[in-house]
């Protein structure tokens, strides 16, 4: 039987557009602060006509007692993507604590992540968390066109060589052996 989800009271700190239609959003919970391991993520209510409940992956390592995601505004929101861009900073709102079902597994002799759009939310925070462990490993990120890679830049900066990109409007492919 599923543990039942504990719901706390949060408050949307800052937005931060990342593209065109990706926004960052750092939310400070409520009393103490639960760290969460690469690849999880965090439920919220989102305020609509009837509130609808959304996960989305954390972004980074939320050391600081706020969470961050990344929300893709989707043009065919039902009003999960829509609700959370209608939000501004110091609105209330209700959030579980975080919870993984991505979890990242140490002791491997190298990994491969890869990442399309949105999807990079969970690699980015498991990207940090192996550069930290020194592991060995790459990151293949691919977007439709330039404009759609959310966090490339800031994961190049921290990664560096370690990340490819692949853009399909610049026609490139992905290079699953690494040579």
Same mark, same amino acid.
């Given at each position: 039987?599923?543990?039942?989800?504990?719901?706390?009271?949060?408050?949307?700190?800052?937005?931060?557009?990342?593209?065109?239609?990706?926004?960052?959003?750092?939310?400070?919970?409520?009393?103490?602060?639960?760290?969460?391991?690469?690849?999880?993520?965090?439920?919220?209510?989102?305020?609509?006509?009837?509130?609808?409940?959304?996960?989305?992956?954390?972004?980074?390592?939320?050391?600081?007692? /706020?969470?961050?995601?990344? +929300?893709?505004?989707? $043009?065919? !929101? %039902?009003?999960?993507? =829509?609700?959370?861009?209608? *939000? @501004?900073?110091?609105?209330?709102?209700?959030?579980?604590?975080?919870?993984?079902?991505?979890?990242?597994?140490?002791?491997?002799?190298?990994?491969?992540?890869?990442?399309?759009?949105?999807?990079?939310?969970?690699?980015?925070?498991?990207?940090?968390?192996?550069?930290?462990? /020194?592991?060995?490993?790459? +990151?293949?990120?691919? $977007?439709? !066109? %330039?404009?759609?890679? =959310?966090?490339?830049?800031? *994961? @190049?900066?921290?990664?560096?060589?370690?990340?490819?990109?692949?853009?399909?409007?610049?026609?490139?492919?992905?290079?699953?052996?690494?040579?």
């Amino acid at each position: 039987m599923a543990k039942p989800v504990e719901w706390r009271n949060a408050r949307l700190r800052a937005t931060r557009d990342l593209t065109h239609d990706v926004r960052l959003f750092e939310i400070e919970p409520e009393g103490a602060f639960a760290s969460a391991a690469p690849g999880s993520h965090i439920d919220i209510v989102v305020p609509h006509d009837k509130p609808l409940v959304r996960s989305y992956s954390l972004v980074g390592p939320c050391t600081d007692g /706020r969470y961050r995601i990344a +929300v893709k505004r989707l $043009a065919s !929101s %039902r009003g999960g993507s =829509a609700g959370m861009w209608r *939000l @501004a900073p110091g609105e209330q709102l209700t959030i579980a604590a975080p919870s993984n079902s991505f979890e990242l597994s140490y002791g491997r002799s190298e990994y491969l992540l890869l990442a399309g759009g949105i999807g990079i939310t969970p690699i980015y925070t498991m990207a940090l968390a192996l550069k930290l462990r /020194r592991a060995n490993f790459r +990151v293949l990120y691919g $977007a439709r !066109s %330039r404009r759609d890679l =959310a966090l490339a830049d800031d *994961l @190049a900066r921290h990664i560096g060589e370690r990340l490819q990109l692949f853009v399909d409007d610049e026609r490139q492919g992905i290079d699953m052996a690494g040579e």
